[in-house]
């Protein structure tokens, strides 16, 4: 039980700081193309663990960031929200 409450715990806290970070950088309109790639990788590791649809909804937009190299004609902000409202909604469902 208690290592399930610590896994919880943390799994939050990486939850909070991924909206925090795409928060930043949809306000800025700076996308980092290693901060896209780490957050792919947290969200695919987090998808490991639980199977959430709002997770798998925020990986989906970062999956869809991720080909920008390819198609510049995108709006990343939009995708960057649409991650980071997502993901509070696992926030929400959680507490």
């Given amino acids: 039980m208690k290592g399930l409450l610590m ?54 937009d970062i999956v869809i960031l991720r080909t920008k190299a390819i198609n510049e004609s995108i709006n990343a902000e939009r995708y960057l929200e649409s991650a980071k409202n997502s993901l509070l909604k696992v926030l929400e469902g959680s507490k």
């Fill in 7 to 60: 896994r919880r715990r943390k799994e939050k806290e990486t939850i909070s700081f991924l909206i925090e970070v795409l928060d930043k950088m949809a306000k800025n309109g700076v996308i980092r193309d290693d901060i896209i790639e780490e957050t792919y990788w947290t969200l695919k590791k987090l998808l490991k663990d639980r199977v959430d649809e709002s997770v798998l909804q925020a990986f989906e």
